[in-house]
């Protein structure tokens, strides 16, 4: 087997890797952590991390993944998704696939365009993770407010959370998802930053 088949085997086995990873915490208590209606998910963590060395379309195919997956836990698995699938399938479906088909591309487009400034690995990775984490929440909370902002049962959420309007709304949903999401991939990202990029050379 030359050299550019082996590159193709190992970037396969990693897709194949962390797709696993993916589903197995999703269908799991290990991807989501559950605070009341809010639902904080850590599946951000394989997507960029994946991504960051599948590169940007590795990073879509994650995302895609995590998108799907996310839309499965509204059959039952997440009240908070079923509630939002029995207003409007198609525009739920929207609300879980492309915010994480943003976190998959941006959050790897994020590292790459890092990785060519004289920032080290760790920081780079750091970085990019944060933001992966931040994409994925102001995009969901976004989509989530303009697709169902004004429904009886988004505005019983906000009302449930204090909140008098759409705007406090966003803060206080995205305030309780982004900060558990940015120190989980943030310290991620830090840790094995250097890591990665050693299996990146590998995989290029």
């Known amino acids: 087997m030359n050299r550019e088949n082996q590159k193709k085997l190992f970037k396969l086995c990693l897709a194949a890797i962390f797709i696993a990873i993916i589903v197995i915490m999703t269908f799991t208590s290990i991807g989501y952590i559950k605070v009341g209606v809010i639902e904080i998910t850590l599946l951000t963590i394989p997507v960029a991390v994946g991504g960051l060395l599948l590169g940007k379309s590795g990073g879509l195919l994650l995302g895609a993944v995590f998108g799907l997956t996310s839309f499965a836990q509204c059959f039952g698995m997440s009240p ?7 207003i409007n399938p198609i525009l739920t479906f929207l609300v879980c696939l492309l915010p994480r088909l943003a976190v998959g591309f941006f959050g790897t487009w994020i590292f790459e365009a890092l990785s060519k400034t004289k920032l080290n690995a760790n920081i780079s990775a750091l970085i990019s993770f944060l933001c992966a984490s ?3 929440t102001i995009g969901f909370v976004g989509l989530l407010i303009l697709f169902f902002g004004r429904t009886e ?11 008098q309007n759409m705007f406090i709304f966003f803060f206080l949903f995205a305030g309780v998802n982004s900060i558990v999401e940015a120190v989980a991939c943030s310290v991620c990202g830090g840790a094995l930053g250097g890591v990665l990029m050693k299996l990146k050379e590998r995989a290029n």
Not at 80 to 86: Q, R, S, V, Y
Not at 153 to 163: D, F, P, R, W
């Open 80 to 86: 908070f998704g079923a509630a939002l699938l029995e």
């Open 134 to 136: 931040l994409i994925n």
């Open 153 to 163: 049962y988004i505005q019983s959420v906000a009302a449930s959370l204090g909140a």
